[in-house]
């Protein structure tokens, strides 16, 4: 009979003991829920998506209302889902603060179709559709796809046009002035087109050497009409020609 009372005891102990560590767990629980909470979020990096649209597509879930899970749980290394947004990263700032930067996809260059102009990224995706053409992005001229989907890879004709894209997009951004169009033929010769002068480029080999000629020259062909021949410039060979085909503008 003793022994019973005794274990009786020890039992009520031990249920007190679980109850006040449940009890404060829960409380820790709260407490950290209701002091990170997020109540203010910034956002940076974002162009074609407002602060507001910007938040609707990243902090889903539940975890995203706490700014020290949000972090863990709402960034993103790759959206390939997302319109424009290639990869965000939430930051933890304060205790109701968050951050999310966005890293928006890059379009190096557009083509025609239909009756707009579709840009597309280093991949060759659409990630853009506009009526009107962005002029410090270079467009593709001839080089109309056989069918267009956002977010997929374009269908063209040609599939050369896609390195020499990049090639020339990554030039384009040291300082060297878009052209009013870019044309690559059937056999994979690159043609710039600078108001009245035509720059013949050749084949994709030694593009820096010769675009890093033809920002030297272009300058000095201002109001005049024709053709600058590039194409057999190499590192060593800097054979150049101007073919005037229509003298001084006016």
Known sequence: MRNRTYTHVGRNKNHRITAIILLLLFGATGWFFI???VRNVEVAGSTHYSDEQVKDIVLKGPLADNS???PFFCSRKSTGEISFIDAVEVSYVEPDTILIGVKEKQSIGCVRYLDCYVYFDREGTAIESSVERDENIPYYAGMEPSSICLNQPIQLKDGVFLRVAVSLFQMFQ???QPPDY???DEQSKIMLVYGEVQVNLGKNECLDDKISRMSAIL?????RKGILHLENVTSERKNITFEDTGGAGA
Do not use: D
């Not at 300058?219 to 109001?223: E, Y």
């Open 35 to 37: 002091f990170f909470r």
């Open 182 to 184: 870019v044309s690559v």
């Open 219 to 223: 300058p000095q062909l201002g109001g």
């Open 68 to 70: 020290i899970l949000a």
């Open 174 to 176: 040291e300082n060297v």
